[in-house]
């Protein structure tokens, strides 16, 4: 679970930076609560299944939430990852401890066969699919969602999320006469769709036993 993070002004040359990166097919996580504010590829599932991205706010981000389907690339470097790594990661857990535990495991069946065979090897292997990720109640000021490298919408559930040019914040960041507040105001449109205010006075750093001191505000 990533939760209750205000993750800002990161960039990065070529491909940039991501603020919360799931890689290389990386699977079922929990992205909620935080807040992205000017960040390259926010939210990034990279080819992974089952991920919720909930509740969350997105300003000025490229894009705020990006899906890619890297495992189904027939490129060596792509396909040996999800033909050898992920089903020798897969094969070397107590079966019925974790498809108990985990019930979506089940559903790699379909393409890597059930664990007592036939396997679906070779040239019947087509790789896997990102499905059933959750991107819901989420709001978002600037560029959204993409969806590509063989990932498909109709594989994801994308629904009750607000976009637009300003949902209410209290303090709104294009005016540089206020601070940035990112909590909405109670009339908000956002609300409508099912977002949650954070609990943003909790977020950064906080003074606690294990830390000397916090970063004076007028650096």
């Known amino acids: 679970r990533v939760r209750h993070n205000f993750i800002h002004h990161t960039g990065g040359v070529g491909m940039g930076s991501m603020g919360v990166y799931m890689d290389d097919c990386f699977s079922g996580t929990e992205i909620s609560g935080n807040i992205f504010y000017q ?5 990034f599932l990279g080819g992974g299944r089952d991920h919720q991205v909930v509740n969350n706010i ?3 981000c490229n894009h705020a939430v990006e899906i ?29 401890l974790y498809r108990e535990r985990y019930p979506a495991i089940k559903d790699l069946d379909r393409y890597y066969g059930p664990p007592d065979g036939p396997a679906i090897t070779g040239d ?6 990102p499905e ?28 009750h999320n607000w976009t637009g040019n300003d949902p209410g914040f209290m303090g709104w960041i294009g005016e540089e006469s206020r601070p940035a507040d990112f909590r909405l105001e109670p009339g908000s449109p956002a609300f409508a769709v099912g977002f949650e205010n954070l ?3 909790r977020m950064g750093l906080q003074a606690d036993t294990l830390r000397a001191g916090l970063p004076s505000e007028e650096r």
């Not at 960040?39 to 939210?43: E, L, N, S, Y």
């Not at 040996?80 to 019925?96: E, I, K, V």
């Not at 990932?151 to 994801?156: G, I, N, V, Y």
Request: charged share 25%; with cysteine; aromatic share 8%.
């Open 132 to 159: 059933h990720n959750v991107v819901e109640r989420n709001v978002c000021v600037g560029k959204w969602l993409n969806i590509y490298w063989n990932a498909k919408a109709d594989l994801q559930r994308i629904d």
């Open 39 to 43: 960040v390259q590829r926010a939210a």
């Open 68 to 96: 890619d389907g890297r495992g189904l690339d027939k490129s060596p470097v792509w396909h040996n990852q999800s033909d050898r790594t992920l089903r020798d990661r897969l094969h070397a857990m107590p079966q019925a």
């Open 58 to 60: 997105f300003v000025d």
């Open 199 to 201: 609990p943003v006075e």
């Open 124 to 129: 019947a292997f087509m790789g896997v699919p």
